[in-house]
C-alpha cells in the first residue's frame, strides 16, 4: 500500500505480506493514519481534514491479490477494472475541497465499488470505526456460518422455497389486481375469435379467390388469348365450331421438318438425331394445343359466381384489416396472418380464463408459507442454540483479553414476518463490565474494548466465517503484562489462516509479528518515502526495547530478546490454535512488496 499527503504522511509504502504483520512508532509518528488509508481505499467516508496540510490532495493505493473467480474480481470486472496477473490495483484520491475519487483495476469508478470490494477483501477494527459486522445481516451471516452444517441443509431448503413462495405470491397478486383488465382482455379476444369462426376462412383462400375474381372478370380477354394460341399451333380456330385449316399451323410444319429430315436422316446419324427430336417436339406440341383447347372449353362467363366471389374477398379483406393488417413475425400476412392471430389469441385466452387458476395460485402459495414457517422454526431453533455456543467461546476469550466481567450476548429475535433467511434478526450486543447493561456492540465498549471484543470474535469466527485481510487498531489499549501476550497470541493463531495487520504501542504484541513495519518521524515532523521500514530482527529488538522502556538500555534490550524468544516458541505451540480453516478457494491477500527496506539493529 502506498499513502501520500494523508496526516503527517506525506510519502510511504507498507510492504505488507501474509501473516501477522505490526506498526509500531512513536506517538504521532503516523501509524493510525495507515488504518485511515486503508478505511479511504476501502470506501469508507472521507473527510477533507485529513489531508496534509498545504497539500491539494491526498492519495491512498493498494495492490491485492486475489482468487480471479472470486467476488472480488467479479465485482471488479463489472465495473470495468482489470486484473494483471491475479492483482487488482485500487486507488482513492481526496481534495483538500473534500471532492473525492476512486479507481478500480485501472478504471475511474464510483467510491462505493470500494465498499462492495471491502465486502469480500477487508475487515477493519479501530478505534472508531468497524467495517466487519455492522449490520444485522451481517451478524445474521456470521452465526449462520458459525452454526455450520447444522444450519446448512434447511438454508437451502429455506432459500428455495423463498423463491418460490416469491414467485407464487407475485403471480397470485398480479392475477388479482389486474382481474378487469384481464376480464376486458379476454372479452376482446373472445369476440375477435367468434368473428373468424363465423368467416371460416382456409388457408391462401384469400390468395385462390384473387386468382378466381382476375379470371372471372377476363373470359373474353382469356377466350380470344387461347383461341389465338391454338391456331397458331395447329391451323385450327380452339371452339366450338372447328372448321379446316386457313393456314399452316407450328404442328403441321414440326412435321414436314420431321419428315425431310427423317428421309435425309439415313445418309447422316447426326441428322437421324435431329429427326428424333423434331418428333419429340411434335409430340409436346399435341399435347400444349389439346390442354390450350381444354382450357377455352372451360371458360364460361359466370356473373353470379363472380358476385359472389367479390362479396367473400371483401368479407376475408375486413378480417385481415381487423387482425392482421400488418405481416406478423412470421411473415405471415393476409387469411394465414388472420389464422395465425387465432390460434395465438385462443392460447392467451386459456391463460386469461381464470377457472379457479387464481384459487389454485393460493393454495399453492400458502401450502409453501406453511413450509416456510416450519423450517424458520428450525432455523431459529438451531441459531439460538449457535448462539449460546458462541456466547460462551467469546467469554473464554474475553476472560483471557483482560475483559474478565465482560460479556457478549448474541440477540436472536424471531418475528412472524417471513424473510429471505427466515424469520430472525440477530444483534451482537456487548456488556462491557459487569455493571452495565447489554448495548449494540459499536456502542457498547471504548475504543480498545471494542477492538479486543472483535479480536475475540475474529478468534471465534476465524475458521467458520474467514476475510482474507483483518486491520486491528489498538487492540492492546489499556492492557499490559500477560493480557498482552495473550492478544499477540492469539493475532498470531489468527494469522494463520489470514492476513493480520495489528497497529499496536505494546512490544508483547509485535514480538509475535511475522513481519515488523515502524514508522519514523523526521525532523520536520513528517513521513518520507523512506520513513516506513521493515525491521530485521536486531531492529526488531532495538524497536521492541523502546516500546518497553522508552530507550534503548542494555535491560530494555534483553528483554526484547526474551519475548522474540518466548514469542517465536509460542507460536509454534499455538496455544489456543483458530479453528480449521475453512475449505474455499485460497484468500486474497495484500501482495508482499519487493522494495522492502531493512532497517539495520538500532
Not at 148 to 163: C, K
Not at 280 to 291: C, G, I, R, T, W
Request: charge should be negative.
Amino acid at each position: 500500500m502506498r499513502i501520500r499527503e494523508l496526516g503527517v504522511i506525506r510519502d510511504a509504502r507498507l510492504p505488507l505480506g501474509p501473516g501477522l504483520t505490526v506498526i509500531t512508532g512513536e506517538t504521532g509518528a503516523g501509524k493510525t493514519m495507515v488504518v485511515t488509508g486503508l478505511g479511504l481505499l476501502m470506501g469508507e467516508r472521507a473527510d477533507a481534514a485529513a489531508v496534509r496540510t498545504g497539500a491539494e490532495s491526498a492519495s491512498v493505493e493498494g495492490r491485492l491479490s486475489v482468487d480471479p473467480t472470486g467476488p472480488a474480481a467479479l465485482r471488479a470486472l463489472d465495473a470495468g477494472g482489470e486484473l494483471e496477473g491475479g492483482e487488482l490495483l485500487i486507488a482513492r484520491t481526496l481534495s483538500a475541497t473534500g471532492r473525492s475519487r476512486a479507481h478500480v483495476g485501472g478504471r475511474s469508478a464510483p467510491v462505493g465499488v470500494l465498499a462492495e470490494l471491502a465486502e469480500h477483501l477487508l475487515a477493519v477494527h479501530g478505534q472508531t470505526d468497524q467495517l466487519r459486522l455492522r449490520s444485522a445481516v451481517q451478524q445474521l451471516r456470521v452465526l449462520d456460518a458459525f452454526a455450520g452444517a447444522e444450519l446448512d441443509a434447511d438454508r437451502v431448503a429455506y432459500a428455495e422455497r423463498w423463491v418460490r413462495w416469491r414467485r407464487l405470491a407475485a403471480e397470485h397478486d398480479d392475477l388479482a389486481a389486474h382481474a378487469a383488465d384481464r376480464a376486458r382482455e379476454a372479452e376482446l379476444l373472445r369476440l375477435g375469435l367468434e368473428d373468424v369462426e363465423r368467416a371460416d376462412p382456409g388457408p391462401g383462400e384469400d390468395v385462390a379467390l384473387k386468382e378466381e375474381a382476375g379470371r372471372l372478370a377476363h373470359v373474353e380477354v382469356l377466350r380470344t388469348a387461347a383461341a389465338t394460341a391454338h391456331q397458331a399451333l395447329t391451323g385450327e380456330s380452339a371452339g366450338a365450331e372447328e372448321g379446316p385449316a386457313t393456314d399452316a399451323g407450328a404442328d403441321s410444319l414440326l412435321q414436314t421438318a420431321r419428315r425431310a429430315l427423317v428421309q435425309a436422316g439415313e445418309h447422316d446419324p447426326a441428322l437421324a438425331q435431329l429427326a428424333g427430336r423434331a418428333g419429340e417436339l411434335s409430340y409436346l406440341l399435341a399435347d400444349l394445343s389439346a390442354e390450350i383447347a381444354e382450357y377455352a372449353a372451360g371458360l364460361e362467363v359466370d356473373p353470379a359466381r363472380l358476385a359472389a366471389v367479390e362479396e367473400r374477398r371483401a368479407q376475408l379483406t375486413a378480417l385481415v384489416r381487423r387482425y392482421a393488417p400488418a405481416p406478423d413475425g412470421d411473415g405471415l400476412e393476409g387469411v394465414d396472418a388472420v389464422l395465425a392471430w387465432a390460434q395465438r389469441s385462443a392460447a392467451r385466452l386459456l391463460e386469461l380464463d381464470d377457472d379457479g387458476r387464481l384459487e389454485r395460485l393460493a393454495g399453492e402459495r400458502d401450502a409453501v408459507e406453511r413450509e416456510l414457517h416450519e423450517i424458520a422454526g428450525r432455523l431459529t431453533t438451531a441459531r439460538t442454540r449457535a448462539a449460546r455456543e458462541l456466547e460462551e467461546r467469546v467469554a473464554a476469550e474475553l476472560n483471557a483479553l483482560a475483559m474478565p466481567s465482560a460479556r457478549v450476548r448474541v440477540d436472536v429475535r424471531s418475528g412472524e414476518g417471513l424473510g429471505p433467511h427466515g424469520c430472525d434478526t440477530v444483534e451482537l450486543q456487548l456488556a462491557a463490565h459487569s455493571g452495565a447493561g447489554f448495548r449494540p456492540l459499536a456502542k457498547g465498549a471504548s475504543g480498545g474494548e471494542l477492538s479486543r471484543v472483535m479480536l475475540a470474535l475474529e478468534v471465534v469466527l476465524a475458521g467458520a466465517d474467514p476475510v482474507p485481510t483483518m486491520v486491528f487498531d489498538e487492540v492492546d489499549a489499556g492492557v499490559g503484562g500477560r493480557a498482552a501476550v495473550e492478544i499477540g497470541r492469539r493475532l498470531s493463531a489468527l494469522a494463520r489462516s489470514t492476513q493480520v495487520v495489528v497497529v499496536t504501542h505494546l512490544a508483547q504484541v509485535a514480538a509475535f509479528a511475522d513481519a515488523h513495519l515502524t514508522v519514523v518521524k523526521t525532523d520536520d515532523g513528517s513521513v518520507t518515502e523512506s520513513g516506513v521500514v521493515r525491521l530485521d530482527d536486531s531492529g526488531r529488538v532495538e524497536e521492541l526495547a523502546r516500546m518497553l522502556s522508552g530507550r534503548g538500555s542494555g535491560t530494555a534490550r534483553a528483554h526484547a530478546e526474551e519475548l522474540l524468544r518466548s514469542s517465536r516458541a509460542e507460536a509454534e505451540v499455538a496455544a489456543a490454535p483458530p479453528r480449521a480453516p475453512s475449505r474455499r478457494a485460497r484468500q486474497p491477500r495484500v501482495r508482499r512488496s519487493t522494495a522492502t527496506a531493512e532497517r539495520p539493529g538500532g
